[in-house]
């Protein structure tokens, strides 16, 4: 059975100049603030097979929060599925600073600042960079790659009990082959480990690593209550509560069946970069889904599964995002959202074994180039975590 | 046959249902990890994914799914009947009030630096 298994793993991506495996070849206009979507959405307007990633900061932010703003940035114009970027920026300092993090990588990134030139020019310019980066990436031919090349990531979201019982077991044990194949997977949602938080410190792969994440969840907690509130009416959701979880203990078992059993070999915080053959890793985030996706892209993630109680349909501009549901009336009501299907599992009907395999599957199939349900619905979701509020 | 409801443990007080349920059905719970399955008759309409009382549990009770904690009763539910959030509370936050935690840890960190 494992020979099949590993058989039926032909995957096919995009090998980068400092050997990153992606499995997407986008071409992304980077905006450095908010003053620069409008540039770099005027240059995605004008040439086919660009990305622009508008949003809302890079202004008069500091400190942490202004370095995970551009690891943000520069991990998703690093991402192994980006072939070449156009950086654009208000004024060059802060611009040349994203872009120079990406250059590391080698591939092809050219910068463009608006101050002393205005909107038209730099789209002008930027536009003819842009065609050239995506006629060469039109020519880059997919090559055979393997799973143990690859850094994915896993989240759940809009969670109910069929997750628990089912999605995240079949999850789990998907992730527990891909990581025994070699791949690095990311999970995080540091709030959402609450009450099943031991249960991921005992997974630490040394006492360091257990201390490290301790420290980042009880930190969290801190700043919670650090606020004079707590996290009831927020976790668990309005959405979990319809779909039958009570308490934030309840979501959190069920999260984490998600990760499968194999030790927890890193402990990152936010955006922090993952490297392939790391095993499986905890990236300090946001239990909210484009926050997440997001973090997880900018670590590296190429690819990510999402497996959904109530019908989360987040997606991400640079990664497949593989949306997996248990619950049949989310795989019938919203059925284009769905790319893994698995009602059958939560009445029993097929096999935890089974459930994985038709998740593996898909995997192998997205990772070659299928387009999945948020790709088609330009779920393109980009969120950028902030720590604090601006100067 | 496909199954109605599932537990997670046989030691658990609390099964899942897998589809929509009406009171007065009469449910064999099987566990996911094996063990003594669970006759139950529903006392309640339980909607898919929901949870139904394995035992009798009074106020108070810490329940336990998945073998760990997950809440305290709020109010007694009986053997069948539907567990949720009118009837269950998460343990964490258990004071009720965040700004009492707050003065607490305040209290806490001032002991540290050797203040009063």
Redesign the interface.
Known sequence: MAKTRKASMQLTGYRRPDGAVGVRNHVLVLPVDDLSNSAAEGVARLINGTTALPHPYGRLQFGEDLELTFRTLSGHGASPNVHGVVVIGIEPRWTDQVASAIAKTGKPVETFSIERHGDLNVINAASRVAYQMTQDASELRREPIQVSELVLSIKCGES???L??AGN?AQGQAVDRLVDMGASVIFGETSEL???EH?IANRCATPALKRRFMQIYHDYI?M?????????GSQPTEGN?R??L?????KA??NIQKTGSHKVNAVLDYAETVKPGQGLVFMNSSSAGAEQVTLCAAGGSVLHFFTT?QGNIVGHPLIPVIKISP???TCSTMVEHIDVKLPDL????ISLDQAANRILDVFVRTANGRLTAAELLRHNEFVITRLYPSA | MAHRALAHKSTDDVAVAVADLKAGEELNIQSLEGGKAHQIKLLEDVPLGHKIALKDLPPGHVVIEYGEKVGRMTRAVQKGGFVHVHNIRTLRWDYGKGSKAKSQRSKAKNLKKGGQ
């Not at chain 1, 919670?224 to 009831?232: F, M």
């Not at chain 1, 009570?246 to 309840?250: A, K, L, N, P, R």
């Open positions: 109910d009990p069929t628990g019982l077991k609450t009450g099943g249960l801190h919670i209550e650090d606020q004079g509130v707590d996290l009831l509560i779909g039958g009570s308490t934030i203990e309840e078992l069920g109680g619950n049949p009336i939560l009445v029993g009907d």
